[in-house]
């Protein structure tokens, strides 16, 4: 059995208002957050208006093929340069309010009325933006480490699966009424899987995953598939083409990695699935899931219908999961119980959030990496 201080968040660390409040600052406006992949700027000029953390940022494809990204306010008097949740293709950057224009670059090109030479420090104000195995990545803190301390050594672990060349071939967006903390520790262990995923039990193992050997901001491990399945589908079929790179212990994992504070990346032999999460308040999370195949099955022409049906049902199955003990833990009174063994990444996700909390900073990558652990 776990230790007796081997227990979950209380109540409070759900429902509050001010918790969510400080973890909007600390843990999504200072973290690298996910806003994408980098097919939301499919060409130069295309700019994009997102929501990080409650703040409006512009994601701008400038004029040399690269990301950026901006506060979405003009240097005037603040007005949204693109509306939140919108997207235009342009030459330049515009205000509708007075008309000030910009270059793709963000500086200033026109304001009327005003002397451009004495505007040279009224360019938009940038915001750190990088681009990571085909996903963009938001930054609006100045002094955060660089996205590469975040992801450290996941770049090698994800590597036989080339995630840049891989294609969409749908999306999900679910609105999931429960704090952001709980779909992150349901995605992080299995020890559900059994009474609350059947169709998910028959074709995947629950027990005797391990974890991976994690040097950045990220947790996971791998379960492996059962014998008679081809793929994680709800009837076990699926394409019979394994990534190249993948070793022959690889082919049959089925491997999980939650880039925190935002990202989960699940990797299959023959494509992965994502879910990355957007916090709108104490008890209410957006999860936009895409499913990526690499490019050699879509040209092919694969029906990919077997994997978006399989994540979205279980998908369902998580979210009313979730739900249930979002309303669970908003009941006065409520006591947090203890973690079964089965629950590391869990508790080891517990861990960063206490360290955060108590030390009053966003996330940082743990120092004492367990070197015994599948790397």
Not at 44 to 58: E, P
Not at 161 to 190: F, G, H, M
Not at 236 to 258: K, N, T
Request: with cysteine; net charge negative.
């Amino acid at each position: 059995m776990p230790s007796s201080d081997d227990h979950g968040l209380p109540g409070e660390a759900y429902t509050s208002g001010s918790v969510f409040d400080w973890e909007r600052q600390k843990l999504w406006r200072e973290g690298w957050v996910c806003v994408g992949r980098a097919s939301l700027l499919p060409a130069t000029g295309s700019q994009r208006a997102i929501d990080v953390g409650g703040a409006g940022v512009l994601l701008v494809n400038d004029s040399s093929g690269q990301p950026r990204a901006f506060l979405n306010s003009c240097r005037h008097r603040g007005h949204e340069l693109v509306r939140s949740g919108c997207e235009v293709r342009r030459s330049t950057i515009w205000c509708a309010y007075h008309a000030w224009v910009y270059r793709l670059d963000g500086a200033l090109r026109n304001a009327p009325g005003f002397d451009i030479d004495e505007a040279d420090d009224l360019g938009l104000i940038p915001v750190r933006c990088a681009d990571w195995g085909g996903w963009l990545f938001v930054n609006l803190s100045e002094t955060a480490p660089d996205l590469q301390s975040t992801v450290g050594n996941l770049d090698e672990i994800l590597a036989p699966y080339e995630t840049s060349s891989l294609r969409t071939t749908a999306v999900r967006q679910y609105d999931v009424a429960a704090n952001w903390k709980l779909i992150v520790e349901n995605y992080l262990e299995c020890y559900h899987c059994p009474s609350t995923h059947p169709e998910l039990s028959r074709v995947q193992r629950t027990e005797g995953g391990e974890d991976f050997a994690s040097t950045g901001l990220w947790l996971g491990g791998f379960l492996d598939l059962r014998n008679s399945a081809l793929s994680m589908s709800l009837d076990g079929s699926g394409a019979a083409w394994d990534f190249p790179s993948l070793d022959e212990d690889r082919v049959r994992q089925v491997c999980y990695h939650a880039l925190l504070p935002g990202l989960f990346v699940t990797a299959h032999h023959d494509y992965l699935v994502t879910h990355r999460l957007e916090p709108l308040g104490a008890d209410r999370t957006r999860v936009t899931c895409e499913w990526l195949f690499p490019p050699e099955l879509v040209s092919a022409g694969t029906d990919t219908t077997y994997a978006l049906d399989f994540w979205d049902h279980t998908n369902a199955q998580d979210w009313a999961a979730c739900e249930s003990v979002q309303r669970g833990v908003s009941v006065p009174g409520y006591l947090p119980g203890p973690l079964a063994p089965d629950e590391s990444g869990l508790r080891a996700f517990l861990r960063l959030l206490a360290e955060a909390y108590g030390s009053d900073m966003p996330l940082r990558v743990p120092t004492d990496v367990d070197e015994g652990a599948r790397s």
